[in-house]
């Protein structure tokens, strides 16, 4: 069934919003550093924040503070590490994961493009720059999670190393619970697969999810072309909250 573009404007009324960072919120690069976060978006996620009462989180694979660096100097409720890194969380990496990443640094070293990001509670291996890189970056990647216990989670252009114990769709739910939250709809908005759980949670919740980006098979139910057209889309959203 072909997706809504785009999900009507008062989507947000009497909701609890849900935001991906790259390639939501702000484009992708080549290098996660390498972002670019416009003043505009500033300026509209403090708008959106007051006029949601405080009911946004940025929900994204980046570490928590990562987040926060870039938004500075907008306080923002953030899951970071894909939801697993959250205010009360504790947050740890296995024991074995140190031996793990040495397979992943291997993989970098042969081939330039490739990027290992460490995170509090895992790693990212990104072969953007290294797309014929892709079946050598997996097979570390899924090697690497068997000694550390973790969980490899496929993205765009990346291969993500996280603990089985949460994802997007978990941090949707957990805080979905809080008072803060109670008798909302969640309305997720993200572009990559480590984003389904997020719109399969938030619809299975009363709410909905936004796609953002090409159509593809999706838990969401709305879609919208790309990072500008998320802001024209949020702005507008904005003006019609009260």
């Known amino acids: 069934m072909p997706l809504i573009t785009p999900p009507p404007p008062t989507l947000l009324h009497g909701a609890s919003l849900f935001l991906d960072f790259d390639g939501t919120l702000v484009r992708i690069a080549d290098r996660p550093g390498d972002i670019r976060v416009e003043h505009r978006l500033l300026a509209l996620l403090e708008e959106l924040g007051s006029k949601l009462d405080g009911r946004l989180t940025v929900v994204s ?4 503070a990562d987040v926060l ?9 953030v899951a970071g590490s894909h939801g697993l890194e959250r205010p ?29 990001e ?17 079946d050598e970056c997996r097979t570390a990647a899924e090697h690497a999670a068997a000694l550390a216990g ?4 496929p993205g765009k252009m990346v291969f993500e190393l996280k603990p089985a ?12 619970n809080e008072p803060h939250h109670a008798g909302r709809r969640p309305i997720f908005i993200g572009d990559d ?3 389904e ?27 919208l072309a790309d990072v500008p057209a998320v802001h024209d889309w949020l702005e507008g959203a904005t003006e019609t909250l009260s």
């Open 165 to 176: 114990s949460g994802d997007k769709g978990t941090a949707v739910r957990d805080i979905m």
């Open 197 to 223: 759980h997020g719109f399969a949670m938030a619809r299975g919740l009363g709410g909905a999810g936004i796609l953002v980006g090409e159509e593809r098979t999706t838990a969401a139910i709305y879609r």
């Open 61 to 64: 694979g980046r570490a928590s």
């Open 150 to 153: 973790l969980q490899v989670q």
């Open 88 to 116: 009360g969380m504790p947050m740890s990496r296995p024991p074995a994961f140190d031996e793990g990443l040495q397979h992943l640094r291997q993989v970098e070293a042969r081939h330039p493009g490739v990027l290992v």
């Open 118 to 134: 460490e995170k509090p509670t895992g790693a990212a291996l990104h072969f953007r720059q290294a797309p014929e890189a892709e």
């Open 193 to 195: 697969l480590t984003d």
């Open 69 to 77: 660096a870039w938004l500075h100097p907008l306080r923002l409720a």
